[in-house]
C-alpha cells in the first residue's frame, strides 16, 4: 500500500506553496481526497502528483 501524502508533503514535492496546493485540489486540477471527520483535510496519492505533472508538461 502506497502512503498518502497530505498537503504539506504535497507542496513540498511540487514546491508550492500548501494553500496553493489547496486550491489546486479544490479546483480538481490535483486529484485528491478530503479525508472524514473534523479536519476534513486532503490526501494525495503519488501517482496523482506524476499525472499532475505529466498534464503540466504536455501543455499546448
Known amino acids: ?3 498518502l501524502l497530505n498537503v504539506g508533503e504535497t507542496a513540498e ?3 508550492m506553496h500548501p494553500e496553493t496546493v489547496r486550491e489546486l485540489l479544490r479546483r480538481g486540477d490535483l ?3 478530503k479525508m472524514p ?11 496523482a502528483i506524476v499525472g499532475f505533472i505529466d498534464r503540466l508538461q504536455h501543455r499546448p
Open 1 to 3: 500500500m502506497q502512503k
Open 13 to 15: 514535492v511540487l514546491d
Open 31 to 33: 486529484v485528491g481526497s
Open 37 to 47: 471527520g473534523l479536519s476534513g483535510s486532503w490526501k494525495v496519492r503519488p501517482e
